[in-house]
């Protein structure tokens, strides 16, 4: 952290982290500010946080009336305020494509810190529930305070600052931090999964601050403030690259400990001993400098080294050692032996309803469930003997399950009883578990089941038009499907939508053009044999072969079979082209991991319209 307090700052935030690339250039604009669920109408993110005190104050109130079913609604806000903080995620993150980078614009960020708190509210909300203390008397200490986040320094000691609502002149733009992450020269990968929140408040005594979970290979963060008015733009850059020189040390060396042989050989350059009196003197803080001042491009920081060790490039053996030094770490970490992709879980119905890793903020992610049953899914790539495993334990139950070395894998997972319990994603060596993801567990016994209505009642659904299709009042998809009608994404026939019918490939182009990009032009071009250039089934065919979703290369024949029935395999293929392609994202987010086939059936079974319709509601919101 630079310049005020030698603290680390946790925000009540808890973050999912898959996002499409976007360019790294130019973001003049703010995402928006409001938030709309739970809500009659948008509103800004700090009026929606102070409604949202109100509700659940209102929610205590009524809580002895009605325990079972208020108990379950809070439930179902927790979900739907998760699966929020998803989606925010996911459209707003700007991710920088050369360095992996990920740097969250103001905007989102206040959204993603409130949204945080009503799900750490809720979750109070639930423990009380569990334990039968819920009363009016404990309303005040459900909530966390929206302006004081708490603290934690890795290292020792706690505390809060205060947090001020800044105007948006005075958020760090994307571009100053695409700039400033830019004007460092370090090897290829060594940012990889790294985060830069954008903060729209000034956080007293703060300019940034760097959070880490302190485990192996872990993914990092780091906080800006909003700028004093009287900041400047070239000294923000500088508050960012000491930020990330702190991801640089939690990423490749970890916390200081005597026997940690990593920081014996920094201090031993540097000769001095490890201390933390104040910031200058901190050792942390001199490593994040010596970063800062030694791997920023020549001429693009002059700001003075910072810390009591001094400037290592005023010594020419000093840099060369510590050029060397940090090289060498960085190159020894990145040839991590397990590596896990970005992780799911999922409950039941609730597919997708989180991702792992959180990148910081709380110290771990927070998984609720209902009931006792949960699955688990992503991917991992395995280099030499060690046996990537997820480890369950709590309530004098322990679990140690061994996954495929390399490749997709998904588990269930069933609690002995409702508890809490800790989830870890790792690696065996040697017989010793190294820990790269953890997760917070908690089970709870909800008996009550909303009704479609108490859920709308509630805001948790918002109520879709009814369509003039009169064959799915029986559909228990009939919600998705209107509401996919409702936004042009499907269409039916005579009033008509068909779900049980198998669905033609044609057919299924067809919604999968509305998702990426709608061309409604005429085209000249008649790309497949059999199918005529005066067909609608033509301007289907060339707007999927403009977006991406179908390849020519594997149509030599120039056939397409538009009328032929599609197998959950062919609607896999085409899909996951969409997902690497047009959506930018890993290469091994594909869509088992992001669960869009988890309810269907076998990948050599046709497809019906109701299926497809399901996939595409999923796909729709990543």
């Not at 918002?462 to 228990?476: G, K, W």
């Not at 998702?515 to 085209?523: A, F, H, K, W």
């Not at 199918?531 to 707007?543: C, E, G, K, T």
């Not at 992001?594 to 996939?615: C, D, H, M, V, Y």
Request: aromatic share 8%.
């Amino acid at each position: 952290m630079l310049r005020r307090l030698s603290i680390i700052l946790i925000l009540a935030m808890n973050l999912v982290y898959f996002a499409p690339t976007l360019a790294a250039s130019a973001q003049e604009s703010q995402p928006g500010n409001t938030i709309a669920i739970m809500r009659k109408s948008q509103m800004g993110f700090n009026q929606w946080a102070i409604e949202d005190v109100r509700h659940i104050e209102d929610l205590v109130q009524k809580y002895p009336q009605a325990r079972e079913k208020i108990t379950a609604l809070v439930f179902e806000e927790w979900l739907n305020i998760t699966e929020e903080m998803r989606i925010i995620t996911l459209r707003e993150t700007i991710i920088m494509p050369e360095t992996g980078v990920r740097i969250i614009p103001g905007n989102t960020t206040g959204k993603l810190h409130v949204l945080s708190l009503a799900q750490k509210a809720r979750e109070n909300f639930l423990n009380l529930a569990a334990q039968g203390a819920v009363s009016i008397g404990t309303s005040a200490s459900i909530y966390p305070d929206l302006y004081i986040g708490s603290t934690l320094k890795v290292n020792a000691g706690t505390g809060s600052v205060k947090l001020s609502l800044a105007s948006e002149d005075q958020y760090i733009s994307p571009d100053e931090a695409i700039r400033a992450v830019n004007e460092l020269a370090v090897p290829s990968g060594t940012l990889q999964g790294y985060s830069i929140y954008l903060m729209p408040y000034t956080m007293e005594g703060l300019d940034g601050f760097a959070f880490s979970q302190s485990i192996p290979r872990v993914e990092e963060c780091s906080f800006i403030s909003a700028r004093d008015l009287d900041e400047t733009e070239a000294n923000v850059r500088t508050v960012i690259r000491h930020e990330i020189g702190h991801f640089i040390q939690h990423q490749y060396v970890g916390e200081y400990s005597s026997a940690n042989g990593k920081w014996q050989e920094y201090l031993a350059i540097n000769n001095k001993t490890y201390g933390e009196a104040n910031w200058e003197t901190d050792t942390t803080e001199n490593f994040a400098e010596d970063f800062r001042v030694l791997f920023t491009k020549p001429g693009l920081d002059n700001s003075p080294h910072r810390g009591s060790c001094g400037n290592p490039a005023n010594d020419q053996s000093t840099r060369e050692k510590l050029i060397k030094y940090f090289n060498k770490i960085i190159a020894e970490e990145r040839n991590s032996s397990v590596t896990f992709g970005t992780t799911f879980w999922a409950q039941g119905e609730k597919e997708a309803s989180a991702v792992m890793p959180v990148n910081g903020i709380r110290d771990s992610e927070k998984l609720i469930i209902k009931g006792n049953d949960f699955i688990v899914r992503g991917t991992v790539k395995t280099i030499g003997a060690a046996n990537p495993v997820i480890l369950v334990q709590g309530n004098n139950y322990e679990k140690l399950i061994y996954l495929e070395r390399t490749g997709f894998f998904e588990t269930k997972i069933t609690l002995p009883q409702h508890g809490q319990y800790q989830m870890i994603l790792g690696e065996m060596r040697d017989n010793t578990l190294f820990a790269h993801y953890m997760a917070e567990v908690s089970s709870y016994s909800i008996t009550y089941n909303l009704t479609e209505q108490e859920l709308i009642d509630n805001k948790i659904l918002t109520p879709v038009p009814q369509t003039a299709l009169q064959d799915i009042n029986d559909s228990p998809e009939r919600w998705i499907i209107n509401y996919l009608e409702s936004q042009k994404l499907v269409l039916g026939w005579q009033n008509k939508f068909f779900p049980e019918t198998n669905i033609t490939r044609i057919e299924l182009l067809a919604m999968l053009n509305r998702v990426v990009n709608e061309d409604s032009s005429n085209s000249k071009l008649q790309p497949f044999t059999d199918i005529p250039m005066d067909s609608w089934m033509n301007l289907i065919a060339v707007q999927a072969l403009k977006n991406g979703i179908i390849d020519p290369n594997e149509y030599p024949d120039r056939l397409l079979h538009p009328l032929k029935e599609v197998t959950n395999q062919d609607a896999e293929q085409l899909i996951n082209r969409i997902i690497k392609q047009q959506r930018g994202l890993m290469a091994e987010q594909d869509s088992k991991v992001l669960g869009l086939f988890s309810t269907l059936g076998e990948q050599n079974e046709p497809l019906k319209r109701w299926e497809a319709a399901l996939i595409i509601y999923r796909l729709s919101h990543y």
